[in-house]
């Protein structure tokens, strides 16, 4: 350990992050390139080789021609996802969950009360809902 300083240990360490952060910096672009409606298939090549033929530049380009709008595809595309998670919960819950099943009772027992179903018919969907 004395052949490697602690300013040389901190450097590597400062080094290490950066290429950790230019890599986030990378993976973020590309998932924005390619989540753009608003590109076709040619410019997102295009942008694509851009970045990475020429790394720095291609990224800083990217990032003032296009980084305005960054925010907006990512709240969009974070939007349609919170919608397909909250229809899919909606779905697996589904109307025969306990509170659904207790309200559908409550109604048929109304309706038996107020003399709109028989007893019968009562019985035969009350069966059905908690089957």
Not at 42 to 56: D, G, Q, R, S
Request: aromatic residues 16%; negative net charge; hydrophobic residues 55%.
């Amino acid at each position: 350990m004395d052949d490697y300083p602690l300013l040389n240990l901190f450097w590597t360490m400062l080094w290490f992050f950066v290429f950790i952060a230019w890599l986030f910096l990378l993976f973020t672009l590309f998932a924005d390139i390619f989540r753009s409606k608003d590109l076709g298939g040619w410019a997102k090549a295009l942008w694509t080789l851009f970045i990475i033929i020429l790394p720095i530049l291609g990224s800083l380009v990217y990032l003032i021609v296009r980084g305005r709008s960054m925010h907006e595809r990512a709240a969009e595309d974070y939007q349609e996802r919170e919608k397909a998670f909250r229809t899919y919960v909606q779905e697996a819950a589904g109307p025969a969950g306990g509170a659904g099943v207790a309200d559908e009772l409550s109604k048929l027992a109304a309706l038996r009360d107020s003399g709109a179903l028989t007893a019968d018919e009562f019985e035969a969907q009350k069966t059905k809902l908690l089957s």
